[in-house]
C-alpha cells in the first residue's frame, strides 16, 4: 500500500463520528501514513484507534493521544471537527459561543505546537465562525485555513438529479456561496442539467419557480434533514470532503467544490470575513474568485456576508478574538 | 475518478454503521461504481444513502431500497452485515437464533435474485453460523460465500505490537483459525516480530508465558473490548475487511488473512462446517488449506471446530437448515 505523503496528518475529535471516520477515510485514500488521533475523550479514542488498528494498513504511523502538543507537533495538515455537535432542532448559530471558543483554543495551539502547518481545515459549526477564528489565532497565511463548505453545494446537485431522474453527475455547476448557514446564497446561473443551464428550466413545466423555491429551501435544511432521517448530524460527507480539500493540498489535483477561505477584499466590499467563494486549492492552500452570478444572486450573497459580519462582530463582542484593528497583532499574516 | 468495475455490489445492512461505513468505503476504495444499499429501516437508510450523495462520488450509482429483489436483481457481489448487532455482555453465539433465521432468508434470496453472485460475504454474528446457513440456502458454490474472520488476526497483531512496542507492520504471521467466537483457536507457531519467532520468545523475559495468555485472551475479548470503549461493536475494520476480501475477488490481488469459508474434508476430519482456514482469494472466491501449527495448535483448531459443529446441530435442530443428508437437495453444490 502506498501513500501520497507520510507529513503528519492530525485528526482532531477523532473519537467522534467525523473524526474517526476521517482517519479510516485518509487512509483509505493513501492520503498519508502518517496519523496523530485527538481527543479529549481518551477511551473513545482508544476505541477509535483500536478499530482501525484492526484494519491493518500496511506501514500506518497512526497515535491516539488526549494531548494537543503531541498530536499537533510537527503536523502539515490539521483537520478538526472538535466541536460541539448540533442537536435537532439547533441552527448552526446556536452553537456560535461555545465552539468559537474551541476554535480560538485550536487556533493558540496551532501557533505553538506546529506553525509550519500547510493546511487547516475546520468542519465545526458555526464553520464560517470557527475557521475565522482559528485562523486569526493561529497565526497561518489566509490561504492555510479553510472550512468544509461543500455539503450545500453536493446536496443542491443531490436534489437537482433527483428532481429531473437524472444521474446526479450530469448536474453540474451547483454552487452555494457566502455562509454555510441557512442565509448561504444558491445560486442558479451556475448549474447545468446536462447541456440545459437550470436558469433556462426555471419557471417552466419542468421545473416551476415553486419547485425551485423547494429545491433552495430543501438545500439550505439539508443538514437538518439528515439529522431527522439518521438521529445524528452528517458524519460522512463531511468527513470526504474535508480530506478531499487536503488531498488537493498534497497532490495538485484540485478540488472541485466551493471552499470557505479568508476573504478581506475592499473593491468587492467583502471585508474581513470568512466564507465559500468559488475557489481552487493546492499545494499552497486555497484560493479565492468572486463568483459571478446575477444580481440577485449576488445581492443574496451580499447578504450572506451581512450575516456573517454580524456572527464575527458578536464573536469580537465576547473577546475570544480582538476587534479588527488588533487581528494584525495576534495574526501578522492577517 | 475510476472504479475497478461497474459490477453490482448489494450491501445488507446500508442504514446501519457497518453498511453505511462500507458504502462509503467501497466507493472510496474504487472498488465498483454501482451500489445498491438494502435495509428494512427506511428512514435512516435514505439517510445514509443522502450522505453518500453529498459526498458526490464522480459517476456514481447508488441506490437504497428496503426491497430485497431490488437490490439483489444482477448483483455480482453481496455484504451484507443485516444481523442483529452484539449488545455488551452477549457473547456472539447468544445471537445465534435469530441472525441464523435472517442468513436463511439472505440464503433464500441470493437463490430466487442473484443466483449467479460472485461473491458473498457475511458479516453478521455468529459468522461462521449465519455464514453456513446463507451458503446452504443461497445454492451457491462454497468458494463463493465467506465470512468476515480476520478481525481476530490483526487483533492478535494489534496487541503483539503493543506489547513489543514495534509498528504493527513488523509483527507478521498472525493468525486464529476456526470459529470466529471465543473458541477461536490462536496460533503462535506462524507469527513473527520482525525477524524473530513469537515462539522463541514466549516464556522468556520479553514475552513471559502469562503475558501471551493474556495476549490470546485480550485477542479473544477484542470485539467486547471495542463495545467496552466506544460503546458500540466494531463497525470500522468489519467494513474494511469485508471490501478487502472482496476486492480481492474483484482485482485477483490477494488477500493476507484468513477468511471464513466452507470446509469439507473427510481425511482431515473436519467436515460440514465453515470456519477460518488459512485462505487465498481470487476471482473465483475463496479457498482453502490445512493450517500448519503445533500439536496443541491444532488441538486447539479440533476444539474450535467441535464447537462450530455443536453450533451447526443447534441450528439444525431449530429447522433452519435440514440435517446434513437434506444439504444437496437444498444446494446441489454441497
Known amino acids: 500500500m502506498s501513500y501520497l505523503t507520510d ?17 479510516q477515510t485518509a487512509l483509505t485514500m493513501g492520503l498519508t501514513s502518517n496519523i496523530a488521533m485527538l481527543d479529549p475523550y481518551d477511551k473513545g479514542n482508544e476505541g477509535a484507534a483500536e478499530e482501525i488498528y484492526h484494519c491493518s494498513f500496511p506501514g500506518a504511523n497512526v497515535t491516539w493521544t488526549a494531548d494537543p502538543a503531541e498530536a499537533l507537533s510537527g503536523a502539515s495538515f490539521v483537520i478538526s471537527s472538535g466541536g460541539a455537535p448540533r442537536k435537532e432542532g439547533m441552527t448552526r448559530e446556536d452553537l456560535l459561543k461555545g465552539n468559537a471558543e474551541i476554535a480560538a483554543q485550536l487556533g493558540k495551539d496551532i501557533k505553538s505546537y506546529c506553525p509550519a502547518a500547510r493546511f487547516v481545515v475546520v468542519i465545526f459549526n458555526p464553520a464560517d465562525v470557527t475557521g475565522l477564528v482559528t485562523l486569526v489565532h493561529s497565526g497561518l497565511a489566509p490561504s492555510r485555513v479553510a472550512t468544509l463548505a461543500a455539503l450545500d453545494s453536493t446536496r443542491l446537485q443531490t436534489r437537482l438529479g433527483q428532481h429531473f431522474g437524472v444521474p446526479q453527475s450530469e448536474v453540474t455547476g451547483c454552487r452555494t456561496y457566502g455562509g454555510h448557514g441557512e ?7 451556475t448549474a447545468s442539467i446536462g447541456d440545459r443551464k437550470l436558469t433556462d428550466l426555471i419557471g417552466t413545466d419542468e421545473l416551476s419557480d415553486e419547485d425551485w423555491e423547494g429545491i433552495k429551501a430543501h438545500t439550505r435544511q439539508g443538514g437538518k434533514r439528515i439529522i431527522q432521517l439518521r438521529g445524528r448530524s452528517s458524519f460522512q460527507s463531511p468527513s470526504h470532503h474535508a480530506l478531499l480539500m487536503t488531498k488537493a493540498v ?31 486549492v493546492d499545494g499552497d492552500g486555497v484560493h479565492w474568485t468572486l463568483p459571478q452570478g446575477t444580481e440577485g444572486e449576488m445581492a443574496d ?3 450572506s456576508y451581512e450575516h456573517l459580519v454580524k456572527l464575527r462582530d458578536e464573536v469580537i463582542e465576547m473577546g475570544v478574538i480582538p476587534a479588527l484593528d488588533g487581528w494584525s497583532s495576534v495574526n501578522p499574516n492577517l
Not at 183 to 189: E, G, I
Open 301 to 303: 450573497l451580499r447578504a
Open 250 to 280: 498534497i497532490d495538485g489535483q484540485g478540488y472541485p467544490w466551493p471552499v470557505g477561505c479568508y476573504v478581506d477584499a475592499e473593491q468587492a466590499g467583502f471585508r474581513h470575513t470568512l466564507m465559500a467563494m468559488e475557489t481552487t
Open 7 to 23: 507529513e503528519k496528518l492530525a485528526i482532531l475529535g477523532s473519537a467522534g463520528a467525523i473524526g474517526s471516520n476521517m482517519v
Open 183 to 189: 442565509m448561504m446564497a444558491v445560486f442558479a446561473s
